[in-house]
């Protein structure tokens, strides 16, 4: 039995059906059409950019985590100085130095400096320990010769 081929009455009306003229689409479905195939394709390229910054951001997280990660985990002779003065000092001295700073400024600035206060490290000098007038000849020296 041959399935490819349809009974005589429905070929006749699959021929009737196919000869009958169609009806073109409207230009507006062109439009419809055309316009939601373009909004797909910039919303896919906008997202393609967006996963790019995240890609790109996530990157420079990680870099930053495993700097600062080496910086903190390696001793190269180098402290992160002191403990930081409390915040109530830090205040006053921030409103001695900007006296037109008012207390809640000098306060927000003062904490601002105590949690930053060991964010960059700093050569251990106490080791040594030169006088002012020491200093003062070498540089003397330092200046008397041309250098």
């Known amino acids: 039995m041959n ?13 009737e059906l196919a000869e009958r ?9 062109r439009d419809r059409v055309l ?13 393609d950019g967006w996963i790019f ?3 790109a951001a996530a990157v420079a997280l990680v870099w930053i985590n495993l700097s600062l990660s080496v910086t903190r985990s390696t001793n190269l002779g180098i402290t992160l100085g002191e403990t930081p003065p409390s915040v109530d000092v830090l205040a006053r001295q921030v409103q ?3 006296p037109d700073v008012s207390q809640r400024e000098a306060r927000r600035q003062a904490l601002l400096l105590h949690a930053s206060w060991n964010l960059t490290a700093q050569p251990d000098f106490s080791q040594y320990s030169i006088t002012s007038s020491e200093l003062h000849e070498s540089l003397d020296d330092l200046f008397s010769n041309g250098g």
């Open 3 to 15: 399935h490819d081929r349809l009974p005589g009455e429905l070929e006749e009306l699959q021929r």
């Open 21 to 29: 003229d169609r009806p073109c689409p409207s230009a507006k479905l």
């Open 35 to 47: 316009g939601s195939t373009q909004a797909q394709v910039r919303r896919e390229r906008r997202r």
């Open 53 to 55: 910054a995240g890609q």
């Open 96 to 98: 001695e130095i900007l």
